[in-house]
């Protein structure tokens, strides 16, 4: 793998501008740069040319009359934020995310292939790939080896050919997010050979071991996991660290967890250079009102860690981790012209950025121009044909009158609980089920009306007519509600729509939020994906919903590797015994 | 690039014996390990199988009736040493370097290449390194892309359609060292493109910009380079961390600069991770009396760098740098099993060294076995005909009255003297030359016969008949003293050896040192070696050399890319001024 991709012709131009012999394209003259290596800041002057550092120094380069200077008097001019672990594609597409974050700093985001494995066109996936790495935000890859939930298509979208066809892409740096650490604990084969062929490829393995205990993270690294974001305290990372895993410090809207976490990158360890931080996918609303990279920075800085260390962190941490130390994470000859403003070291938050060696945004405001995408031609649509459900589609007739239910403990994670239900519950109609208050009907359907799956759900909501969501980690349709004439008003607006999140009551379409783009992204900017988060919260909020990230609950419902009841393809499904509760109905 | 060569076969090991589920082969039980990624000492076991680490925790692992154990009760349990930048040519073979250093807890040497590619049968190459590469001490390898001499084989042994063969090999991790740095500066298009060539296949750049500013580094950097180990104060060392590139500490035979290198590597800093250790290709004599990566680390705990830190710069950093942070370096699941125990963290020289999973040494004493190599079938013959010089081909005859001549300075740096001669200065015979004290006839001669260089030489010896040293970075032979007779004498040996260091004094034979491998390597051991080295420069005090190490005298007399003046193939040369000073002359 390149560990950079300057080019010759680009070395030519590099090494001319730092001798002195042609004119910078870009000066960012007169400010402390943040120098990351040596753990300075230091009064220089960053020339750029070809898109690339040529020269950091006390030297003052003659601008040429084409160059443009940024002035950076009194301000600290610090390395581009490389988000090592990113889910470009929560509810808005990789281009919006990078438009939104771009103006805070992010310049680099090794993001989550999901998109690409599951929703696009086979013969598309490469091109797609290739056209999102080059935008203003340098997007790597990390490739996914299964899907979030169990699916009969997994074996196609995400098995080893289509794999080995991928891993040799030079901005494939990893493998992963392996949600499925059971299998690689237990040794199942047909995921160890996709490690090794991934680790035969040179490329990092991303862990996701929740919970995992001290003594199983070492049969995990001896599997081959190089890293991992899950510790939500800092022993659950210090025990990572050991292990000899890099670890991610999350801080995002599912987990907002660095203050818990920084204790132990504190004194030496710090600076070992193995510690990163990602906001690990935040919703539109979070990255709207919050910030990205920025946000986990500001948050470490505020939890005590050295700001050096933290800098590091965010920048050269990641850039190493991913063998990309010579290409980004640092103002140094050769490396990408992504630069950062600051007005201080306390504030993360840029006052202008450069991204590969272009003004890409000042005070907030995103300069940089993107490129439109052909998402049609390179998604398949979300449902083929025109089925539609109907009311009695969402009937619970035949379910046992004691139902093993999911019960949403809190955003993420669901326990099992029994509910006892009335003989009836309800056929469909406008009255609605006869459920005790709070438990909701819970379906998982395929989009083409092949078969369902049934539950009930608790601790999501004390009311709701019906809603369906397009929006979950196992490709097809939930829907939840108390009325089965809303919920199939819900799921035929959402499969209208080519995907969404949808509300109905009481016969009103109370919410949509389109997402026709495989029906996990919608063509939206992210202030305005934000808006509707904003708004989807508050109408929940109103009918009980006391989570605090419901575009999480919803894209988990399915997540069969998160403890501890899943509705899945494979029927209700128990995450720790590893059995079917309620099986998959076939509708044919 | 590979990041580990961990099997699907050792995986399904490892996780078996971590999960408990089968005996490990080795438990190095009791001891207190050196976490080089936490940046902890934590008692622990460290089980290990199949040559790996298959897991270091707190559980007590049950032991199988073939289970070695090694007791560490008392004991640190720290990871092998990883040299950064060897040269395992010094006078003896890798393989007898590998036998003399494993003791001393060196277990992994990324290594010079310059014998493979200058002395080997190019049909060999390739099994030579694969051979040489998996002996209990693991070789990995740095290409070289120019010799240390410009020469005319330099083009074909260098070039880029044999490094292009030789890049593509996973334990080639680098090119390298770049010693033509002036011609990367400069941008000169050859050059450019091996670089290129090496980034393009994600290898390292290693520099060797001895003496080179802050400011004309930013070219350095954006040419490519990704090290440099040529600094001798804190503060070069320190600016070449500002402009990115990895820092090597050097303390060896050559230079032992350490105690003025150290203080660039206080406070946060020395846990940047990109400071390495290394002792740069120590001579025998060097690493029999003083040590090897375990000295350097002595020294380095010495000046006063963080224990923790120092440590790591022997192993982690190193291993992180190559891009085999999974496979060496530290003790954690998957990684090569090369385990040292020391008897406390101030005393890096161990007890008991593992290597690749088996005990290697214990108490300083080798048990590895090593294979026998065959020499004979990889290399070239140095000289390849039956030319042997007579005395009439060290006249000085022809020279003019004012010589420009060479003053070794020190040990490798020689600058031009004029020296005034007597016409004539000698014809040969047995009286001598007539020239002033302390200046000795210097020339370099093709084995073959066909062309001879000449100059004169002080500052080396006051007196000397005659020596003849094959040992040197140009490829031919060296012959210096101040009788033509003497040093025919012991060049006509030095080639009947198939190479070697000879002295003769009034046609008495005082020192000889076969090197019949290549005319650069004996078949001795380190030990032998170190006793010949001694010898030699006794000899060579009586009679006035008051440097601090021959052998790099020696090695370093056509070393071109070093100041001021070098006898090379190109004749007596200018290194600043790129010029001939006196031709080389044809004798074919």
Redesign the interface.
């Known amino acids: 793998?390149?560990?950079?991709y300057?080019?010759?012709e680009q070395?030519?131009a590099?090494?001319?501008v730092?001798?002195g012999d042609s004119p910078p394209d870009l000066l960012v003259s007169g400010g402390s740069v943040l120098?990351v290596?040596?753990?300075?800041l230091?009064p220089a002057e960053v020339a750029v040319v070809s898109g690339?550092?040529?020269?950091?120094?006390?030297?003052r380069l003659a601008a040429g009359p084409e160059t443009v200077v940024l002035d950076a008097r009194g301000r600290v001019v610090a390395p581009g934020y490389v988000d090592p672990h990113g889910h470009p594609q929560a509810l808005i597409t990789p281009s919006e995310l990078a438009r939104a974050v771009l103006p805070l700093g992010t310049t680099a985001i090794v993001a989550d292939t999901l998109i690409q494995l599951r929703l696009m066109r086979p013969d598309r996936t490469r091109e797609a790939m290739e056209t999102l790495a080059d935008l203003p935000l340098r997007f790597f890859w990390f490739l996914r080896v299964h899907g979030q939930a169990h699916s009969p298509i997994d074996a196609t979208i995400m098995g080893m050919e289509r794999l080995e066809g991928l891993l040799g892409l030079e901005d494939v740096r990893a493998v992963g997010e392996i949600t499925r650490w059971p299998e690689a604990?237990a040794?199942e084969a047909g995921l160890?050979?996709k490690?090794?062929a991934a680790?035969?490829?040179?490329r990092?393995v991303e862990g996701h071991a929740p919970g995992v205990s001290?003594?199983r993270l070492?049969?995990l690294?001896?599997?081959?996991f190089?890293s991992d974001h899950e510790a939500i305290d800092a022993e659950q990372a210090?025990a990572r660290?050991?292990?000899?895993l890099f670890v991610i410090l999350r801080h995002g809207s599912l987990r907002p967890d660095l203050p818990a976490l920084a204790r132990m990158a504190g004194?030496?360890?710090?600076?070992?250079?193995?510690i990163m931080l990602s906001p690990d996918g935040p919703n539109p609303l979070f990255v709207h009102t919050m910030g990205y990279m920025d946000h986990a920075l500001k948050t470490a800085l505020e939890a005590g860690i050295?700001p050096?260390?933290a800098y590091q962190m965010a920048t050269l941490n990641p850039a190493?981790y991913f063998?990309l130390d010579?290409e980004l994470g640092?103002l140094?000859?050769?490396?990408r012209a992504d630069i950062l403003v600051l007005p201080d070291l306390g504030n993360p938050r840029p006052e202008a950025v450069v991204a590969g060696g272009r003004i890409a945004a000042e005070d907030g405001r995103l300069l940089a121009e993107f490129p439109v995408l052909p998402w049609e031609r390179w998604l398949l649509p979300l449902a083929p044909g025109a089925w539609r459900p109907t009311a009695s589609v969402f009937s619970l007739e035949g379910l046992p009158p004691t139902v093993p239910a999911m019960h949403l403990e809190n955003t993420e994670i669901s326990i099992r609980r029994e509910v006892s239900i009335e003989d009836p519950p309800g056929r469909g109609g406008s009255d609605g089920y006869r459920l005790p208050e709070g438990v909701l009907g819970l379906f998982f359907l395929d989009p083409g009306g092949g078969w369902r799956c049934r539950t009930l759900l608790s601790g999501f909501a004390k009311r709701l007519g019906g809603m369906a969501s397009t929006y979950s980690s196992g490709g097809g349709i939930y829907v939840m509600g108390r009325s089965p004439s809303d919920m199939a008003a819900a799921a035929t607006r959402a499969l209208d729509l080519g995907g969404g999140i949808v509300v109905f009551e009481k016969g009103t379409l109370l919410f949509e939020l389109p997402l026709p783009l495989g029906g996990l992204m919608s063509t939206r900017t992210v202030a305005e994906a934000a808006g509707a988060v904003s708004e989807l919260t508050a109408l929940l909020r109103e009918r009980g919903y006391d989570h605090h990230d419901i575009t999480y609950s919803l894209l988990f419902l399915g997540f069969d590797s998160l403890p501890y009841v899943r509705l899945t393809y494979r029927g209700l499904w128990d995450v720790m015994r590893g059995e079917t509760l309620i099986p998959r109905e076939e509708m044919g």
Do not use: H, K
């Not at 690294?221 to 081959?224: F, K, L, M, S």
């Not at 004194?267 to 193995?274: N, P």
């Open positions: 793998m390149r560990r950079t300057r080019t010759t070395i030519r590099l090494t001319s730092a001798r120098n290596y040596s753990g300075e230091l690339r550092v040529a020269y950091v120094g006390a030297r604990y040794g160890q050979e490690l090794s680790l035969g490829a040179g990092r001290a003594d070492q049969v690294a001896g599997a081959g190089s210090l660290l050991r292990a000899g004194g030496d360890r710090a600076f070992s250079g193995r050295d050096l260390a190493s063998g010579e640092g140094a000859p050769g490396r």
